[in-house]
């Protein structure tokens, strides 16, 4: 008796029910982003804290990162926020942990953030991830995501209390830019189909601008150091590219009309004999401009632009139709795609369609006139041939006649 006794009690003690809570990544999350160095209080990620069947106290919160081992050098802070008042705004008073500075270690990829707090039942609540991004320009290029296995991550105050959610809930990518760009058609660059001939040199194929973008406090971009820019030009069949015999390209000297020699400046030219700068696959032919003459090119810098011509060289044939582009991602900084970023609008310029064929022969001269008899036209062959036909018309005229009388026969 006295043993079931004691059980009811303990059956007292015990909650009437037991709170499950939730746990999302939350669809306020922004997508994959670049950022740059020095930036504070940069966010990278929303959770979603949901409890049912009573108030659920949260004693800890862990956060992973991926590419831990850099992100030590990449993060010189992290902060986690969490939306007490459900107002949609993280105010400072809300930060939890905010005595402690939590820094990611580089040697694991997690870092707990221990302050007690309270979610309160059937209402939602967000949790807010903030970086501050150092200054070391090793990570240049460097992607980090930042996530909580529910299961795992979580620690209740509670042992009657349990977290329902099993998927890790990660966040998109923060990628860390050396710079950011653009492509951006050059006002000279065609923009309706054209024609030329065969055996035509330095034909103005594509007018192009690779623009480094301004940055925006307090973070700062770098520029872009050009390290190569391959050139596409695509015909209509494989058999066309044998036409195509040399591209140039040429920077613009600032008044976007192509004077190759007279106004621009000679980068660089590029012919099939070019092993592994000129490649064929299929009915596209890939040109890249590479090495010291790109290299040496002045740093654009954050804010400024640099302008391109590319001039093409056709052969003796076959006839062909082509078109000369260049896409974002075939314009590469010297840090690569990752760290030298291109925005992806527009994604590519063109120079639109140039129709390759051989030239008309020029018309034969008319046939002077007298020729072929019509006419003496003050030429001496004609009139010959009038003095020609006027004897032979008096010499018929004193020809002698025979003449006749009746009654009059020989005999």
């Not at 099993?166 to 653009?182: G, K, L, P, W």
């Not at 030429?379 to 041939?385: D, E, F, H, I, Y």
């Amino acid at each position: 008796m006295r043993a079931v006794f004691a059980a009811f009690l303990a059956m007292l003690a015990l909650p009437l029910s037991a709170a499950t809570l939730a746990v999302n990544l939350s669809g306020t999350t922004g997508p994959d982003f670049g950022n740059q160095l020095n930036d504070t209080d940069v966010e990278v990620a929303r959770y979603v804290l949901q409890p049912t069947g009573g108030n659920v106290s949260i004693d800890s919160i862990t956060i992973h990162i991926s590419n831990f081992a850099l992100a030590d050098n990449a993060f010189s802070r992290l902060r986690l926020f969490f939306d007490a008042d459900g107002n949609g705004t993280f105010d400072p008073t809300e930060e939890l942990d905010e005595a402690s500075t939590i820094v990611p270690s580089g040697a694991t990829d997690d870092v707990t953030f221990n302050e007690t707090f309270v979610a309160p039942s059937g209402l939602i609540r967000t949790l807010q991830l903030r970086v501050n991004i150092g200054v070391d320009t090793s990570v240049y290029g460097e992607a980090f995501n930042f996530s909580i296995d529910p299961q795992a991550d979580i620690v209740l105050t509670s042992g009657g209390d349990s977290v329902s959610s099993t998927t890790v809930a990660t966040s998109n990518d923060i990628t860390i830019r050396h710079s950011e760009n653009q492509l951006v058609a050059g006002t000279g660059n065609p923009t309706a189909p054209r024609s030329a001939a065969l055996n035509t040199g330095n034909f103005p194929a594509l007018h192009f601008i690779v623009a480094s973008l301004t940055p925006t406090g307090p973070g700062q971009l770098q520029g872009i150091d050009l390290n190569s820019i391959t050139i596409s030009v695509t015909c209509a069949n494989a058999a066309q590219t044998a036409t195509v015999t040399r591209l140039a390209l040429w920077q613009d000297d600032g008044d976007a009309v192509f004077e190759p020699g007279a106004g621009e400046v000679l980068i660089l030219q590029r012919a099939p004999a070019d092993a592994g700068k000129w490649v064929i696959a299929g009915s596209v032919i890939s040109v890249t401009f590479d090495g010291t003459p790109v290299q040496n090119l002045s740093d654009i810098a954050s804010g400024g632009a640099r302008t391109f011509w590319v001039g093409i060289d056709f052969g003796s044939g076959p006839d062909a139709t082509c078109e000369v582009s260049v896409t974002r991602t075939q314009v590469l900084g010297a840090l690569g795609a990752a760290a030298d970023f291109f925005v992806t609008t527009p994604n590519f310029i063109s120079g639109d369609i140039i129709n390759v064929s051989t030239p008309p022969e020029p018309p034969k001269p008319a046939e002077p006139e007298g020729e072929g008899g019509c006419s003496s036209n003050g030429r001496p062959g004609g009139l010959l041939l009038v003095i020609a036909l006027a004897l032979v018309a008096l010499a018929a005229r004193n020809l002698p006649r025979k003449r006749s009388s009746p009654g009059n026969t020989e005999k």
